[in-house]
């Protein structure tokens, strides 16, 4: 098969991501898709055979690039898992406001029904992030007792409601201190308290 230009590829790739998160997977046709991207339906055929092909595709395109801005912002070793809570925060506003769509996309809509094992690889790796930094605390003493994905699931759904609350504003544009107090907020759903 071959591979799209880079350009081409570039344009497939957010002109599904940008309909997937309007209009959700399964709302959205590769008809739609073509046009946004300004190309022939055949055009995504010739790279992506099947609809389900296109959105793993999506997916870990998105999903790559959160984990590698959790990855970034974490690459130097935090003191205590409060500041190491911190960072991660900052990667998901970070991620979130370069990138709404994908945010969008990854938080708010259902993907088991399409996923293949590639995408599920990539999503169980940051599951693993998640669940390695929530372990981490609770060993630490700094993190409430609980299963690691609930902790989790708890974290990013506050997360996500957070920018459900502000749309269409950019997480960006929340002032610091906004964005402070959520962090902090959301720190206390999962500090194990004295």
Request: proline share 7%; no cysteine; glycine share 8%.
């Amino acid at each position: 098969m071959p591979r799209p230009s880079p350009d081409l590829a570039s344009r497939l790739l957010e002109s599904a991501l940008v309909l997937f998160a309007e209009r959700t997977y399964e709302g959205t046709q590769m008809p739609a898709v073509a046009q946004h991207a300004q190309v022939g339906v055949g055009s995504i055929y010739r790279y992506y055979p099947s609809k389900e092909a296109l959105g793993n595709a999506v997916f870990r395109h998105a999903k790559g690039g959160l984990l590698a801005e959790l990855h970034a912002v974490t690459a130097q070793r935090a003191a205590s898992p409060r500041e190491e809570f911190a960072q991660v925060w900052r990667g998901f506003v970070r991620f979130a406001g370069a990138h709404p769509a994908a945010f969008a996309f990854l938080d708010h809509q259902q993907h088991d029904t399409f996923l293949d094992a590639e995408s599920r690889a990539v999503a169980a790796e940051i599951d693993a992030f998640a669940a390695d930094f929530i372990e981490r605390g609770q060993r630490a003493g700094a993190i409430r007792e609980g299963a690691a994905p609930v902790l989790v699931a708890l974290a990013l759904g506050a997360f996500g409601g957070l920018l459900k609350s502000i749309r269409p504003l950019p997480v960006t544009d929340l002032p610091p201190e906004a964005l402070a107090d959520a962090e902090s907020a959301v720190w206390d759903l999962l500090h194990r308290k004295p």
